[in-house]
């Protein structure tokens, strides 16, 4: 089975702190993503990945930047927290062969 | 930008019912997707129906597609308390590795 582990399930943080949120898949796969999650809103994509160092902007990249040094983890990074971005946050990874993505348990952010 | 768009927004039924929930999109799809997400968790993927389908089934669960009127629907049969969830359609349009997602369908099954 496919395991997608983000590094955190919940995390409090202070407007302007600096935030890294991780993401591992065990996979291979090729594709990561990172979505945000607010009620009413259903998935925005944040950004993606389709290989190691490659990122693509996805609908809402403000305030938000990405890393992907190693195929298998890809991080988001909140360069200074504000309170809009209170969400929850899920990491994604897709393989080449089918669309389907696989997600992690999320982690619900609090910037206060 | 959000593509598809589920309806209803919260569905409640008693254990045992059938649940039907829809989903419309608006541009030419390679394939649907359903997801579910239980309270506080990541999505599960359900089923995939390519758009040269018109019906596909998985256990309880029964897809239908309709691409003239840009729709599908998920029915879940003799639903559980575990299926109490929410639903989501995201949609394959281009080849950009992009999902395009719903807002959801809230569903309750009550015991």
């Known amino acids: 089975d496919v395991k997608v582990t983000q590094s955190s399930r919940y995390l409090v943080k202070r407007t302007g702190e600096k935030v890294f949120l991780e993401c591992v898949q065990d996979m291979d796969h090729e594709n990561m993503f990172w979505y945000r999650q607010d009620p009413g809103l259903g998935l925005r994509l944040i950004y993606f990945s389709y290989d190691v160092k490659m990122k693509e902007k996805g609908d809402i990249p403000e305030g938000y930047s990405v890393s992907r040094e190693k195929k298998e983890r890809f991080s988001l990074i909140l360069e200074s927290a504000s309170t809009n971005q209170t969400s929850m946050y899920l990491c994604?990874?897709?393989?080449?062969?089918?669309?389907?993505?696989?997600f992690g348990a999320g982690t619900r952010l609090s910037v206060l | 930008s959000q593509q598809g768009e589920e309806d209803p927004q919260a569905l409640s039924i008693q254990e045992g019912e059938n649940a039907t929930m829809n989903c419309s999109y608006k541009t030419s799809i390679n394939n649907l997707q359903w997801y579910r997400q239980n309270s506080g968790r990541g999505l599960v993927h359900l089923i995939l129906i390519r758009s040269n389908e018109r019906e596909k089934h998985s256990g309880r669960l029964r897809v239908t597609l309709d691409t003239s009127k840009k729709s599908s629907s998920l029915l879940i049969t003799a639903s559980r308390a575990a299926d109490t969830a929410s639903y989501f359609c995201?949609?394959?349009?281009?080849?950009?590795?992009?999902?395009?997602w719903g807002a959801g369908t809230k569903l309750i099954i009550k015991p």
């Open positions: 995201a949609t394959d349009a281009s080849s950009n590795y992009q999902l395009i």
């Open positions: 994604a990874s897709r393989g080449i062969a089918k669309n389907i993505q696989y």
